[in-house]
């Protein structure tokens, strides 16, 4: 059985067709290269992986289930994303990454909290910045210790190595690829077409929101 798979999925807004009769299959352990030209598709496809949005055509099913009837908390703990623009809340780098706890009401495990820190190049220092102070590339690293605080089953991103410098992409990638190893899937959207190649066993390419091709690549 696929764990994620897209049925005949269409998508409007405002009677604008975003995506058309979208039809995919991801298993578990897959890592997923997205690409295509701006406005194909591609942040509406991954919002509704994870059910911020919801088809208007068609169905989403993980592992065999309609997405529609799980528990929208639960999906979430199951299915994470990190989007390009992260949103950061709350005053504090400390407030972000306490939530993933407080949400699972659990003890903040500061101990974990440093070391994902660290493997970003964050140091201890962090955790008692103003979110509003910080550069666009620490938020993206900062959106993204947050997210894997707690491993998923399945990570979306969105061209969250935008605001990166190349040493800063790097660690972001290997880190990734170290999730993806563990079983992770990875469903992630990319500009950088020598990105979208560099880890990948399948390549996605959405135009005029449909899906162009599904290809293995690896």
């Not at 897959?30 to 496809?45: A, E, H, L, R, Y």
């Not at 089953?153 to 990734?176: G, M, P």
């Amino acid at each position: 059985m696929e764990q994620l798979a897209f049925r005949d999925v269409s998508y409007r807004q405002g009677g604008k067709e975003i995506l058309k009769d979208v039809s995919a299959q991801f298993s578990a352990g897959d890592f997923v290269s997205i690409v295509g030209p701006s406005g194909s598709g591609k942040s509406t496809f991954l919002r509704l992986c994870c059910h911020l949005i919801s088809p208007t055509e068609g169905k989403i099913l993980f592992h065999g289930r309609d997405m529609l009837q799980e528990n929208p908390i639960e999906l979430r703990e199951k299915i994470s994303c990190c989007f390009q623009e992260p949103a950061l809340w709350g005053e504090t780098v400390a407030d972000n990454l306490s939530f993933p706890y407080q949400i699972r009401r659990l003890k903040v495990d500061r101990e974990k909290i440093l070391s994902l820190l660290a493997r970003f190049r964050l140091n201890e220092s962090y955790l008692a910045h103003d979110v509003r102070s910080l550069s666009g590339g620490e938020k993206q690293r900062i959106s993204l210790v947050r997210t894997l605080l707690f491993e998923p089953e399945i990570l979306l991103l969105d061209e969250v190595t935008s605001a990166l410098d190349a040493e800063n992409t790097e660690l972001v990638e290997k880190e990734i690829l170290r999730l993806n190893r563990k079983g992770v899937t990875v469903l992630w959207v990319t500009h950088n077409a020598a990105q979208s190649r560099k880890y990948a066993n399948r390549l996605l390419t959405l135009e005029n929101g449909r899906i162009q091709s599904l290809e293995g690549i690896k």
